[in-house]
Nanobody, 124 residues
């Protein structure tokens, strides 16, 4: 059973930056494809980025100019770097993991393991 714990969220002003971390345990991190999703109040969960176990990555079009994803397999940690934040980025950010999926990793249904989320609040 894989456990995921996100950290690094907080309150920042518009234009600020954050680095979110997702620490995985209980599994083989290098064999996991990992994703970030976010959910704003009153909205559906939204894909942000993924990092396949192969090393390939994808960032959502809406944030690709401002967010980057990386992973450190030696630390079993996935990162999401958020730059030039704006109030529309306010959401709970979730980390997710899967060993294998036939569903595209841009969809929440691809993942079998989820963290509890970390809140990001951006004020104007």
């Amino acid at each position: 059973q894989v456990q995921l714990v996100e950290s690094g969220g907080g309150s920042v002003q518009a234009g600020g930056s954050l680095r979110l971390s997702c620490l995985a345990s209980g599994g083989t991190f290098s064999s996991l494809s990992m994703g970030w999703f976010r959910q704003a109040p009153g909205k559906e969960r939204e894909f942000v980025a993924f990092s396949r176990k192969s090393g390939s990555t994808l960032i959502a079009e809406s944030v690709k100019e401002r967010f980057t994803i990386s992973r450190d397999n030696t630390k079993s940690t996935l990162y999401l770097h958020l730059y030039s934040l704006n109030p529309e980025d306010t959401a709970v950010y979730y980390c997710a993991a899967a060993y294998y999926s036939t569903t595209p990793y841009s969809r929440a249904g691809a993942y079998e393991y989820w963290g509890q989320g970390t809140q990001v609040t951006v004020s104007s």
